[in-house]
């Protein structure tokens, strides 16, 4: 009988926060204190999670052999045998179900962006996630066609500066992941390239990876600050206000390349965002700030 921890280390809840990205449309659009509007963000947000839970099932399949000889990965249900292929592939198909479910009566332009999301992230597990750089700009879209897809919904325009500022920031994320799995690498053997354990990393280097990181942080924060300041924001919103916002990016930033480079870290952004005090402190500042300026102006 399947253990129910085991399934939910399979479909990997924890991993869902990455689809808090189909929110900001609601948010900014100015739509978060209406019921209706709420309900079908709600919905975009399961529908991405199952998505994600399938795409993660499917892509534990494919890498069972790799994920057996990796230190952590070893003990996921699939490769420790918890649960079998047959099993994983019953609760996939109930992910898909769901899904099917979630998008009956929503915009079909969503329903493509959800399509495409769950098309690209297989290739992703099959041969992308091989490729050179590739493999973190299939990242990168993935929370774009989140952001997008948020907006999609609800029906509310999409901001340029927004989809730029998602943009780089899913690469600063995707990238310096890649570097903590380098530096994870090197400290379990420092001749060791990685490959057995993802073969795309012989193609990076830790001097590489951090060169990268350091143009997507910059993108990032200019982005972001433009985004604040643009004709459009300022007009929907009534205020040049929301600029005051831009320190906490600055921190959250700041506070994570400290983490990358002092501690070790990033080799699981999800796990530093959900468990660094000061993280989670600026966040919740920076949420607070930010409505205040939306809504309280």
Not at 43 to 49: D, G, N, W
Not at 247 to 271: A, C, I, N, Q
Request: glycine residues 6%; hydrophobic residues 55%; aromatic residues 12%.
């Amino acid at each position: 009988m399947l253990k129910p921890g085991a399934i939910i280390r399979l479909i990997r809840p924890k991993q869902w926060t990455k689809n808090l990205f189909v929110f900001p449309a609601l948010v900014f659009s100015q739509h978060l204190l209406e019921p209706s509007y709420v309900l079908l963000t709600l919905r975009a947000f399961l529908a991405f999670s199952f998505t994600a839970s399938f795409v993660y099932i499917i892509n534990d399949i494919a890498d069972l052999e790799r994920d057996r000889q990796h230190p952590k990965k070893k003990y996921r249900p699939i490769a420790s045998g918890e649960i079998s292929i047959s099993e994983a592939l019953m609760i996939a198909a109930a992910m898909l179900g769901l899904v099917s479910i979630l998008l009956v009566g929503l915009d079909w332009r969503f329903v493509v962006a959800i399509v495409t999301y769950l098309i690209m992230n297989l290739a992703y597990s099959f041969f992308l996630k091989e490729v050179v750089l590739i493999d973190v700009f299939v990242i990168a879209i993935g929370f774009m066609l989140r952001v997008v897809g948020g907006a999609l919904v609800i029906g509310v325009p999409r901001s340029p500066w927004l989809l730029l500022t998602t943009m780089f920031l899913s690469l600063f994320l995707g990238i310096a992941k890649r570097r903590g799995e380098l530096v994870a690498v090197r400290k379990r053997d420092p001749d060791a390239t990685g490959s057995h354990t993802r073969k795309v990393l012989e193609h990076y280097s830790v001097e590489f990876a951090e060169q990268m990181t350091t143009i997507c942080a910059a993108g990032f924060v200019i982005s972001y600050a433009l985004y604040t300041v643009s004709d459009r924001t300022v007009k929907v919103f009534g205020t040049e206000n929301l600029i005051f916002t831009t320190p906490f990016v600055l921190y959250g930033v700041f506070r994570y390349l400290y983490l990358l480079h002092k501690k070790d870290l990033g080799e699981s952004p999800t796990d530093i965002v959900l468990s660094d005090i000061p993280t989670i402190i600026n966040f919740i500042v920076y949420a607070i700030a930010m409505l205040i300026v939306i809504y309280m102006r």
